[in-house]
């Protein structure tokens, strides 16, 4: 896709970005801006090249080629001063389990030089905002996965970053541990945090980020708003049909007319069109009749599935 014209206020600035282990492309000369105070977004299945990108914007992982410039500095050049001003969220947990809840953000503002008495201060206030404050003086190991993902995100917002880099933010956890850290980073991001996390969940990407790239192996294949991109690459509702095992029936000639485009998948048949009730009702006519029908929006999968021909998670 053709490359986006340099800003000079962006906040991060890639033009050909291009990482490789060995003979493996992990990143093939991708493009991209983000801008200050949005939350940007890397989409894609495991293995597309998202926690790649996000270890050369951290600089802890050289680039092998292209240009990136963060903060308007060069990674290469710059890293240091350049990690002073960010925050990082890796997709592994961290925490250090020998010490307490409080512990582990106060021991981590001194390699950021803070004062105790600001360290201190900054402690109880994280620990408010992500929920934790009556949980201060516990032990890690009894947390529940949600609570531990709220303190890596305290943690990492101890030195009052520009730039908040979360990998994976909320894989493993429940929908309510989910929806409660997605309201910690819509606050931030209130607050005038821009944050870049990558994910393979489309609604998370969806509820989080104001931008976003599609990747798959190892390019950028999408780039705009989620609501831009299920408008330019899907119809504005699916229907699902899920027919006995290994009784999908033929279809072709019975959707002409119903459907935009048909997706066969493995576990059903995703039907797209402009009206999911009129799409029903034309298949009994047409003597379709599946075990069950369900019609929703498109979502971000969709685009995903169009872009690629596979669903995010596989």
Known sequence: MAATPTRPDALIHARGLTKRFGNLIAVDAIDFDVDRGEAFGFLGPNGAGKTSTMRMIGCVSPASGGVLRVLGMDPAVDGPRIRARL????????????????????????????????????TKE???FVQLGDRAQSDVEPLSGGMRRRLSIARALINEPELLLLDEP??????QARHMVWDRLYRLKQRGVTIILTTHYMDEAEQLCDR???????????????????????SREVLELRFPLDATP????????????VEVLPDRVLVY????????????????HPESTLV??????????????RSLIE
């Open 212 to 234: 976003l790239v599609v990747m798959d192996k190892a390019r950028i294949v999408a780039e705009g708003s989620p609501r831009s991109l299920i408008d330019q690459y899907s």
């Open 250 to 261: 033929a279809l072709d000639g019975k959707l002409v007319g119903v459907a935009d485009r």
């Open 170 to 175: 909320t894989t493993g956890l429940d929908p």
């Open 273 to 288: 069109t402009q009206d999911g009730d009129a799409a029903v009702a034309a298949l009994h006519r047409r003597d379709v």
């Open 87 to 122: 925050g990082v969220v890796p997709q592994a947990d961290t925490l250090d389990r020998e010490l307490r809840v409080e512990e582990n953000l106060l021991t981590y503002a001194r390699y950021f030089d803070l004062p105790w008495a600001i360290a201190r201060q900054r």
């Open 126 to 128: 994280l620990l408010e």
């Open 296 to 309: 929703r929006r498109s979502s971000l999968e969709d685009v995903f599935l169009r872009l690629t021909g």
